[in-house]
């Protein structure tokens, strides 16, 4: 069975501060993928990657970046000098290989603060 | 370029009442889910329907949930005689085929129920 475990109920920092989510998957296929969507105030659902299983390079988009360790099961995420507008709350989930439906995490809302 | 339309964005309904939740796909999109959303937890699976079938409803709870995705017009998914526990936002996805190596199925910007 699939399970996403995300620790951190909430993290307040301030801006300009580096944030981590942390996100613990377990799954017993060797093909899986991993996903992080960001649900900001307004409610909808905003994709921000998704890497499978056989890619365990890390990946860096702007202030985003993602660390994917098969190890030990964990797909983090740092937004590195937080905005106001990264104010949100952001899911992991993960799909099986032969399986379509995503298992979410129960989300990490963050607030940063002026 | 339009991605995946649900309305109402809003819903009220009283307790008892019907619910009914409409999706638009992307266009040319076949393959349709739903997700629900609980206050405070992540996203459930709920159900898989293509074009007239549906493939996988798991999900879904046995009474009063239902989903139809017609040949013709949005993927509706209806609660029937709603009850306080149904408040939730439903998230509706859709993507062109099932694929895992495509990018990511396309969600909507859901729908906010609230049973009163």
């Known amino acids: 069975a699939q399970k996403v475990t995300q620790a951190q109920t909430e993290i307040s920092v301030v801006e300009k501060e580096d944030v981590t989510l942390d996100c613990v998957y377990e799954t017993r296929d060797t093909t899986y993928y991993l996903f992080w969507y960001k649900q900001p105030p307004s409610g909808e659902l905003v994709f921000l990657i998704r890497r499978n299983s056989f890619d365990e390079q890390n990946e860096i988009s702007g202030r985003y970046s993602w660390n994917f360790q098969k190890s030990t099961s964990s797909f983090n995420f740092t937004i590195t000098a937080s905005q106001v507008v990264d104010s949100a709350v952001y899911f992991c989930?993960?799909?099986?290989?032969?399986?379509?439906?995503?298992?979410f995490g129960a989300g990490t809302t963050v607030t940063v603060r002026a | 370029n339009a991605g995946v339309m649900q309305n109402p964005r809003h819903l009220v309904r009283r307790r008892g009442q019907e619910a009914r939740l409409r999706c638009s796909p992307v266009k040319g999109h076949s393959h349709v889910y739903w997700y629900r959303q609980l206050p405070e937890e992540g996203l459930k699976f709920m159900v898989y329907l293509q074009k007239e079938n549906i493939i996988d409803e798991s999900g879904m709870p046995k009474e009063r949930f239902s989903a139809e995705f017609p040949k013709e017009g949005p993927s509706i998914l209806r609660i029937q005689q709603v009850v306080r526990g149904d408040s939730a936002a439903y998230f509706c996805?859709?993507?062109?085929?099932?694929?895992?190596?495509?990018?990511?199925?396309?969600f909507g910007q859901g729908t906010r129920l609230t049973v009163v």
């Open positions: 996805a859709s993507s062109p085929r099932w694929d895992p190596e495509i990018t990511e199925a396309f």
């Open positions: 989930a993960l799909s099986d290989d032969n399986d379509y439906k995503l298992s």
